[in-house]
């Protein structure tokens, strides 16, 4: 470990650089501006001073006692002083890299990387000549406000905040805060970098008795968006920016909780049930639940609203459910469950050689040119059930998807060219083009998919400096235009296996501001594509132009 010892105003100040660690000592030591290098590669190699200035990037104002990094051809720490200056003396020549942290600040570098996935960096040449650096933080954005109910101030009402993002071509949701209302049923949630925010009050499951005639009747707040939505989609997004406070003051109601109650039965014997209730847009809740494992019966409470009653049983067997649709208005009684296991899915696979290739993988060889699973595609704040990867059992051998859950799946492949997957069918339904449903209770038709290696490969390159601005390129299936594909944006690009048929290709800026597997999200940029075709076997070569696209 590199040391340096300075005396600063009387006072011994250690400064310990190697580790990129700072003990210092004293109310002197907060003055620091000044902070030797480690020694360099050549003691005979010329030193020079590095200096700059940490500020806020929306008011131009000095950021004190920023922690200061320099890296590259040099590795120190230190701290901005009262005027947010900095410096750091015996640098060696050549670029160095500088970034500096405060509590209730981001650095440039995060909101680069978290927009669009590349880390920017604050770079200097240091040299006799060296200017000034000045390194930016970004100030966090707060949402606060207060909630209240029927009685008041509604007190330890949970709080999240969620952020709507498109994560390679599909729109998802991030948990980015939470928080609890306090006693005066305030909240307050920070550390928020720049952007659109979702806020979510409740579910609120300790029960509240209020009397109702001669009886009482247990009370609750559901699940609400602001400024008062059921779900996200019909939500109203909170844009803020850097250094910007959200109020979002939200009257609750409160809701009364009806009992609901009925036996779960199974074929294994169950050592314990989970009960859910899903909402019609996804969300999940759970309720608190009475279960007798010897005679089956359960007994939960749930507020009013139309539900899927999802129950699953655990034994040494594995996982059993079962599906209930549910309208509750009022107390219900006479539920019946029966726990079954989750779907199983048989699979045919074909494979087509045009080229006259051994077919070993049907015949039970090692060399199975595909990998192929079931993708479960939600956008709910809980996220979809897991999906499935296609399994294989003796010889020849037969495939299968298991432990398929009720909900709604795509049909991913990804072949090894010159292989491609030519036809997927279930039931009559083009799995490359429309989603497998999978109902509560029901048995999925076989699923037949056909493989060719007449594939085709299609290259290119663009116009514009596309790959220094994160550029990519989409190819979208005129026949199944939620399987795109894509590829970096440098000076040239390649797709091989690829499907003969009709395409529609576009360079864009940034693929992440689109929903590009989302057909009606790119519908109003196919306008600006262009098409080609492809014939099987044919390699083939484009010339595109850049697309802007998104905010």
Known sequence: MNQTVRKWQGQWTWVLLGGALALLCGHAAAQISTIDAPPQSSDHAPRYTLSGSVVNSITGEPLRRAV???????????????????EFSGVAGGTAYVSARKPGFFGEQELSQRARGVLSQTSVQVGPDSSAVVVRLVPESTITGRVT???????????????????????????????????????????????????????????????????????????????????????RGLALAAGQVAETDLALKREPFYQVSGTISSALAVQGVSLQFLHPSGETDSFPLGYNVETGKFQTRVMAGTYTLRA???????????????????????????????????????????????????????????????????????????????????????????????GRYSLEGFPSPPWYVASAQSGGIDLLRD????????????????????????????????????????????????????????TSFEFAGLPPGGYS?????????????????????????????????QTTSIALELTRVGP
């Open 435 to 490: 989603y497998l449903v999978v109902a509560p209770g029901a048995q999925p038709e076989p699923i037949e998919i056909v493989m060719r290696d007449d594939s085709a490969t299609l290259s290119g390159s663009i116009s514009g400096d596309t790959a220094a601005a994160g550029g990519m390129v989409l190819l979208i299936p005129e026949r199944a235009p939620r399987r795109v594909q894509v590829r970096p944006a440098g």
């Open 312 to 406: 699953r049983g655990f034994a040494e067997g594995g996982t059993s459910m079962a599906d209930f649709p549910l309208t509750v208005n009022g107390d219900v009684s006479g539920i019946h469950l029966l726990l079954g296991p989750p779907a199983s899915i048989p699979v045919s696979l074909t494979m087509k050689s045009v080229s006259g290739r051994d077919n070993a993988a049907t015949r039970g060889g090692p060399t199975l040119p595909l990998t192929v699973h079931l993708m479960a595609r939600s956008v709910s704040l809980t996220g979809g059930v897991a999906g499935s990867i296609l399994e294989s059992e003796g010889k020849p051998p037969r495939y299968f998807f298991r432990r398929i859950e009720p």
């Open 505 to 537: 290709m576009l360079a864009v800026e940034h693929a992440d501001d689109i929903e590009y597997l989302n057909p009606e999200a790119m519908a109003p940029y196919l306008s600006q594509a262009k098409s080609v075709t492809l014939q099987p076997s």
């Open 149 to 235: 109910g029927d009685g008041g101030p509604a007190e330890t009402i949970p709080v999240t905040v969620f952020e709507a993002r498109i994560v390679n071509g599909l729109k998802t949701w991030e948990q980015r805060g939470a928080a609890s209302t306090d006693e005066d049923g305030s909240f307050r949630i920070a550390e928020l970098m720049p952007g659109t925010y979702y806020v979510e009050f409740g579910p609120y499951w300790r029960w509240m008795v209020a009397v109702e005639g001669a009886k009482a009747r247990e009370w609750g707040y559901a699940r609400t968006f602001y400024p008062g939505a059921p779900d996200p989609e019909s939500a």
């Open 68 to 86: 200061v990094q320099v890296y590259g051809n040099v590795s120190a720490t230190g701290f901005s002083d009262a005027e947010g200056h900095f």
